[in-house]
């Protein structure tokens, strides 16, 4: 029986990926890395700072990630007036909003996911946000999740987790919560 919810942030509650792809171009092509589209998709869930630093690495250029990072995330929000709500998921916050308590579990920074969050007016439904700042591991790591169930007072067991990336779905299935892609939702809603 599920007890509690927690849901990715982006491409899961917002429609948020296009956008943040975007803003990875610029970034690349001014820092000169290489980030093609699929593997930016297949990342998703890990922190931007995470991916510059080991795009560096690999590719022998010098960057400072932790700054680079903030370049992204500025380009991002230049765009934050476009993003729009992933509708069938906000529908199930929606219809779960003051029945079991719900939390936001995001590999995003938590300035930017509550600004996504309160954007699409629905903040208020999440009785706790969890971000890449309040773990150390990050995805496909359990840590979020299991952070999030933490603050919401359900054991992981009880929770139902939705996710939009193979990174994050890895994650809800180790922190032993049921997984929902919400991939396969979106196919099924089209």
């Avoid at 093609?36 to 560096?56: N, Q, T």
């Amino acid at each position: 029986m599920i007890k509690g919810i927690v849901f990715d942030c982006d491409g899961t509650l917002a429609d948020t990926m296009p956008l943040h792809w975007l803003a990875w171009q610029k970034i690349t092509e001014r820092h000169k890395l290489h980030f093609p589209e699929d593997r930016f998709y297949a990342l998703g869930g890990v922190p931007s700072r995470d991916i510059l630093k080991m795009l560096g690495e690999e590719q022998g250029v010098n960057i400072d990630h932790l700054a680079v990072s903030k370049e992204k995330e500025e380009h991002y929000l230049k765009t934050l007036e476009h993003v729009g709500p992933i509708e069938c998921v906000v529908a199930i916050a929606r219809e779960n909003h003051g029945k079991i308590p719900m939390a936001v579990a995001s590999g995003g920074t938590r300035d930017i996911i509550e600004m996504v969050l309160n954007h699409l007016k629905i903040r208020h439904m999440f009785d706790a946000v969890v971000t890449s700042e309040d773990v150390r591991n990050q995805k496909p790591a359990p840590d979020i999740f299991l952070e999030a169930a933490r603050r919401i007072g359900v054991a992981p067991q009880f929770c139902r987790g939705y996710e939009d990336t193979d990174l994050g779905m890895c994650a809800i299935r180790s922190a032993g919560m049921e997984a929902v892609d919400v991939r396969e939702m979106l196919k099924t809603a089209q």
